[in-house]
T-cell receptor, first 112, second 113 residues
């Protein structure tokens, strides 16, 4: 079945550092890919998405590019802030936006 | 337009009791999904419902768990005879339909004591 693998956390960075969180997937079809963020005590918020190969999703300084050849969707941000501290989930959906398969999440802590 | 509303936000039950979790989808959304998040883990799909129909319950435990989405009112996830292992955060998501983006609620955190 479909699956999503993320780099294990926790990841601890200093403010203004460069962030990469790796995500790879396996899927039987041609899925849509998503990054969700979960702040402490809150639900999931969609951060960005991509629906086809070579699409780049971006939001709030975060970016991820749908790489079909490497089955990857790595999350990057050039300069993290303390407010970016959260858990980040990579996810796929064979039918756009539905029946998500989530990765285990990567906890990010940004220190001032 | 209010987002997906889940209640209660926090629920404490003793072992053997029943837990009822409610999810009101966004206005106009007729598709509802339930996910479970165990501590320090990702979300696992449980069930996908449309109004009055269960479309996919492949992630739902075979015993003690049930879900419904009636014609009127919220979707309900029911857990009978709860055990400590049921302690988790339960998230609901809703969408307009096939190939439409799903939006998540803030979750219900169930604690079984």
């Amino acid at each position: 079945g479909d699956s999503v693998t993320q780099m294990e956390g926790p990841v601890t960075l200093s403010e203004e550092a460069f962030l990469t969180i790796n995500c790879t997937y396996t899927a039987t079809g041609y899925p849509s890919l998503f990054w969700y963020v979960q702040y402490p005590g809150e639900g999931l918020q969609l951060l960005l998405k991509a629906t086809k190969a070579d699409d780049k999703g971006s939001n709030k300084g975060f970016e991820a590019t749908y790489r079909k050849e490497t089955t990857s969707f790595h999350l990057e941000k050039g300069s993290v802030q303390v407010s970016d501290s959260a858990v980040y989930f990579c996810a796929l959906s064979e039918t756009y936006g539905q029946n998500f398969v989530f990765g285990p999440g990567t906890r990010l802590s940004v220190l001032p | 337009n209010a987002g997906v509303m889940q209640n209660p936000r926090h629920l404490v039950r003793r072992r053997g009791q029943e837990a009822r979790l409610r999810c009101s989808p966004m206005k106009g959304h007729s598709h509802v999904y339930w996910y479970r998040q165990l501590p320090e883990e990702g979300l696992k799909f449980m069930v996908y419902l449309q109004k009055e129909n269960i479309i996919d319950e492949s992630g739902m435990p075979k015993e003690r768990f049930s879900a419904e989405f009636p014609k009127e009112g919220p979707s309900i996830l029911r857990i009978q005879q709860v055990v400590r292992g049921d302690s988790a955060a339960y998230f609901c998501a809703s969408s307009l339909g096939v190939s439409s983006e799903a939006f998540f609620g803030q979750g219900t955190r169930l604690t079984v004591v």
